[in-house]
């Protein structure tokens, strides 16, 4: 992973993920100066057999993994803000082993009908694991040059329940690279990294997620509500302006489903600017 520019720097200021260090200078944001990176076997990708909700809308999805929204574009710059939440058991439970997994991310690429290109995606993520809530700071890039095979966990970065992130994305930020910038508003803590990556998919994506763990989806904890918020994209950056979901290309409403078609995690309706959502587990 190469360096990101330093805070204060041309080239922080002049384009690449120039909005995280305005956000992150304004909330007089602590920059890690160093990373390490674990890999863990949980993935992100789309899972197969996603399909159009007619019971909903002609734009809206049912998945095995992912609820949130899409918009099918090719963004220089996507953004979202969530808090993270505390996660618990299900009731009744539903795991055997007593684990559950989910993900809060923002992506580009990777989307239902989006084409061959890769998924770049940067989030939180929040598991029970024998009653005990476990929550960090991750990304993962799916697919073409750069394919990290899981997600690996920023480890410097500590989150935790409750607190507030912001999340950029940019791409091409430079030739076959990638910029991903995480921001824990709530202790001024930020992480950005410079990723390789070959082309992106037509799409960027906004989603509360069940991971693949084990080659399986995995069981969902009881999240309550998460609240998407600043959810746009700059299709020109650094010096176009943010168009917000509902100005996005199809903006499609993605609902995670059980194998038998059970909703289990369901978005509602964009907030009145476009930029936001509530998603909430059921």
């Known amino acids: 992973m190469a360096a990101p520019p330093q805070p204060g720097s041309a080239a922080a200021k002049s384009g690449s993920l120039a909005g995280l260090y305005a956000m992150a200078e304004k909330h007089h944001a602590t920059w890690l100066t160093s990373m390490s990176c674990t ?5 992100h990708a789309l899972a197969p057999g996603s399909k159009r909700n007619t019971a909903t809308s002609a734009t809206a ?8 929204y899409q918009v099918n ?5 996507t953004t979202g803000e969530w808090s993270v939440p505390t996660v618990i058991v299900p009731q009744p439970p539903t795991s055997s082993i007593n684990r559950y997994y989910s993900a809060t991310w923002v992506g580009d690429g990777g989307g239902i009908n989006s084409g061959s290109g890769a998924l770049v995606q940067a989030g939180t993520e929040q598991d029970v694991i024998n009653g005990v809530g476990q929550y960090y700071a991750w990304y993962e890039v799916v697919g073409g040059t750069g394919d990290t095979g899981s997600e690996l966990v920023l480890n410097n970065l500590t989150i935790h329940p409750g ?3 912001w999340t950029g994305i940019q791409y091409p930020a430079g030739p076959g690279n990638a910029y991903l910038g995480v921001c824990d508003m709530t202790l001024n803590t930020c992480a950005s990294l410079n990723v390789p990556t070959s082309a992106v998919g037509n799409s960027a994506e906004w989603i509360m997620e069940a991971p693949t763990v084990g080659g399986v989806t995995a069981p969902l904890p009881n999240y309550g509500t998460v ?3 600043g959810a746009c994209s700059y299709m020109v950056w650094p010096n176009g302006t ?5 100005a996005g290309t199809a903006p499609a409403q993605i609902q995670l489903v059980s194998a038998t078609g059970q909703p289990l995690s369901v978005p509602g309706p964009l907030n009145s600017a476009g930029t936001g959502f509530t998603t909430s587990f059921l």
């Open 61 to 68: 999805y049912s998945t095995y993994n992912w609820s949130g």
């Open 227 to 229: 609240n998407f918020t």
């Open 39 to 43: 890999l863990v076997r949980h993935n």
């Open 73 to 77: 574009d090719v963004p220089a710059f």
């Open 163 to 165: 607190d507030a992130i």
């Open 242 to 246: 943010c168009s917000p979901i509902s």
